[in-house]
């Protein structure tokens, strides 16, 4: 992690000046330190949205917006969805290096030892509507697993936290695949561990007790890939809210499951389930790709292109490069027709040609895509948010860990400018 600080910059405010150090980061990006600010100035910084704000300096995941760049730990993700598996870019993630064979075959051992959920734990999804969505029940059940493993909990003790890690790997896709089971009635599948890791994702979500089950190699290859493309995302709002939460000592468990409820929203994780959803809005209605643009356009309408846009990224979303080319692939392989990547396909056409598009630099992004590669698979489209998730699941992690590693640490506390009523007295009930 390379830090260094590259000149100052001046705040003049009533007449004083404060000189304030610019940080400059490993790929040069350059960033105003002022954490002396309220106490020389007596100001703090209004940004909603924390457009312009840094809430930490990391050594995990480089972005550029401009250039469409996307880096685990210095490794291009072009790179990584070419060579590794999701396992070895969590691995990198979480501990900062290429795992070596023997640390990777033990990591990879450990995960395994970890796969089943609690018996008892089991009984929480008797609990549950049979139509509950499966991110409300991944939260809670993440949240849950500090029930459990009460003796694991210490953010600050290392062993309990590592241990912790590889539990959460191990059973994150076990908790998904018994929430899909739950919602088909069907009974849930025990992992097989000598399958991979998305094999046994997709053994537990597919198969049944009463027939043999066969993991497709092309879906296990596609999932691959969607995990590796969802694995971190710098500070986006789920892992900043790992991070904020995970900053008061609560414990791992309890971070990740408020990073599951933050992703779960459309803006965010929740856009992939949303897009299929327009998608198929857009097929019912005829075709017609044009009135949607227009209605995206339309500021009196509120509807939005889901699948387009980011924060971030103002040129292309390499995910969504990497993730079309699969789609694209995967669909010829299987000789499958889907409806929705035609209109998904002249849907992008359209829209990048239209000045409001182009003007605001909106193009698709890593949710445009993915989730026609799970429809394919057979995924409900409930569950896509999901499949986020166990994606993002590592990049979580390696936040959480760096957060609690990093000596500058402190409780996320943002501040805020008041604008509501000045000091008044309360009126008894009968005089008002
Ligand atoms: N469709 C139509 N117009 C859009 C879209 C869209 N998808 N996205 C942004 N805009 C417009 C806004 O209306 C705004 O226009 P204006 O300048 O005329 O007011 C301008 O583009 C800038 O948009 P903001 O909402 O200010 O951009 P912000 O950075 O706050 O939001 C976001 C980014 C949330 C991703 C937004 O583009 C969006 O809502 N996209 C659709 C949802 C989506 O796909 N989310 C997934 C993001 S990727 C991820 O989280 C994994």
Redesign the pocket.
């Known amino acids: 992690m390379t830090k260094s600080e590259s000149g100052t910059a001046t705040i003049s405010y009533n007449g004083s000046d404060l000189d304030v150090s610019v940080i400059e980061g490993s790929e040069n990006e350059k960033a105003l330190d002022i954490s002396k600010l309220r106490g020389t100035t007596g100001l703090i910084t209004l940004d909603e ?1 924390y457009v312009n704000t840094g809430n930490t300096t990391s050594g995990i995941t480089f972005l550029n917006g401009e250039k469409g760049i996307l880096r685990y730990r210095g490794y291009p993700i072009e790179q990584l969805a070419a060579h590794c598996d999701f396992v070895e870019v969590s691995y990198l993630l979480i501990y900062g290096k290429l795992p070596n064979d023997e640390e990777l075959n033990a990591f990879r051992e450990s995960i395994r030892n970890h796969t089943m959920i609690h018996e008892d734990m089991k009984s929480f999804y008797d609990g549950f509507p049979k139509d509950a969505h499966p991110m409300a029940i991944l939260s809670s059940v993440v949240g849950a697993l500090s029930t459990f493993y009460q003796d694991s909990l210490d953010p600050q003790n290392a062993e309990q936290v590592e241990v912790s890690i590889h539990r959460l790997l191990a059973k994150l896709p076990t908790i998904a695949a018994y929430s899909y089971k739950k919602s088909t009635g069907q009974p849930f599948m025990y992992p097989q561990n000598h399958l991979s890791y998305c094999e046994n994702f997709l053994r537990m979500m597919f198969a049944v007790p009463s027939m043999d089950y066969e993991v497709d190699p092309v879906f296990a290859e596609a999932l691959n890939l969607l995990l590796i493309c969802h694995a971190d ?1 710098e500070q ?2 789920s892992t900043a809210t790992v991070r904020i939460v995970g900053s008061s000592n609560a414990n791992l468990f309890a971070s990740i499951s408020a990073g599951i409820c933050a992703l779960w929203g ?4 929740g ?1 992939n389930e ?2 299929v959803n327009m998608l198929q809005r857009i097929a019912d209605d005829g075709g017609n790709v044009k009135k949607y643009v227009d209605m ?2 339309d ?1 009196k309408d509120n509807f ?8 971030v990224y103002k040129n292309f979303d390499p995910r969504a490069t990497i993730i079309k080319q699969a789609c694209d692939r995967l669909l010829n392989r299987l000789n499958l027709d889907d409806p929705l990547f035609d209109v998904a396909q002249r849907l992008e056409e359209v829209a990048l040609k239209d000045d409001y598009f182009v003007e ?1 630099k ?1 193009y698709p ?3 445009f895509y993915s989730g026609i590669i799970y429809r394919a698979m057979g995924l409900p489209t409930q569950m896509f948010t999901v499949m986020f998730a166990i994606g993002r699941l590592p990049g979580w992690i390696a936040h959480w860990v760096e957060m609690h590693q990093s000596p500058t640490n402190r409780i996320g506390r943002p501040r805020q400018v008041y604008t509501g009523p000045t000091e008044r007295d309360v009126v008894p009930m009968s005089q008002r």
Not at 266 to 269: A, D, E, K, R, T
């Open positions: 949205g995302h986006n709002c459309p803006l965010h994780g856009a949303a897009c995206a356009k500021k939005r292109l889901m699948g387009f846009g980011h924060r605001r909106l992004n890593v949710d």
